[in-house]
């Protein structure tokens, strides 16, 4: 009689092992089936990083001088003097020398002072660095007395119709420091009207290639000074 007790006992054991069990496997995931349960990558966002002008130098007489920048996982960067007003978005490279840090635009102001110079990253997926805490740094600018202009390319080849960018920068007498233009004291012109130059006023302006391939010329002027640039239209290859 105990043999048959013992029997019964160890039968209701083994179906109560069995109903806890498949209930605890219920509620385990099946990882294996699901390979992002087993590891999600945290979503990294670029960091603020930083930013140094001129090598940490505390003054300087290049309106655009070499900035030093460091962002982990950035992809693009875009630049400001106020922290409110920005470039367009450029690839992200650990130095760069194309922001006018006196030229009045993108937040900065025309002129010698205290200038402020701002970065702001984007990644590959378009994620921001925090707002709060954007990369910044100063310098004292000491603006020079303008010698000589000239648009940049010097010499561009572009297809029937398309379109290209110029831009006019000022240098000082040993054309090393960039000078900062007013964009309102820029006149730009054509030679022979071929061509579309639009605008026709400012730092930079559009050519708009004629459907006549040809050498053509544009030129900008600045006060007492002038000077010119060559445009190759061809026929699309």
């Known amino acids: 009689m105990r043999n048959k007790e013992k029997f019964c006992i160890l039968i209701f054991l083994v179906v ?23 590891f999600s990558p945290p979503n990294i966002e670029p960091t603020s990083g930083w930013i140094v002008i001129e090598n940490g130098s ?25 922290g409110n007003n920005w470039t367009d978005w450029i690839p992200y490279n650990s130095s760069y020398e194309e922001f ?27 994620n921001l660095s925090s707002a709060d805490e954007l990369a910044f740094d100063t310098i004292e600018y000491e603006m020079g007395e303008l010698f000589s202009i000239k648009i940049f390319p010097q010499e561009v ?15 000082d007498y040993a054309s090393k420091n960039e000078v900062p233009l ?4 820029i006149i730009w012109t054509k030679s022979c009207d071929v ?26 002027h600045y006060n007492n000074l002038g ?11």
Request: aromatic residues 10%; glycine residues 12%; negative net charge.
């Open 100 to 126: 006018n840090i006196a030229n009045g635009l993108y937040g900065t102001i025309f002129g010698s002072g205290e200038k402020d110079v701002y970065v702001h990253f984007k990644d590959e997926e378009g």
């Open 227 to 237: 000077t010119g640039s060559k445009v190759i239209v061809v026929e699309d290859e």
């Open 157 to 171: 080849t572009i297809p029937l119709g398309s379109s290209y960018i110029f831009t006019l920068h000022g240098y």
């Open 182 to 185: 007013e964009g309102s004291k």
């Open 195 to 220: 061509g579309k130059l639009s605008p026709t006023v400012g730092l930079s302006t559009t050519y708009t290639a004629p459907s006549v391939p040809g050498k053509r010329n544009i030129s900008a």
């Open 16 to 38: 109560l092992f069995s109903i806890f069990y498949s209930g605890c496997v219920s509620i385990i995931p099946d990882s294996t089936s699901n390979p992002e349960l087993l």
């Open 58 to 82: 505390e003054t300087t007489k290049d309106s655009s001088p070499l900035l030093t920048i460091y962002s982990e996982g950035a992809a693009y960067m875009s630049f400001s003097g106020d």
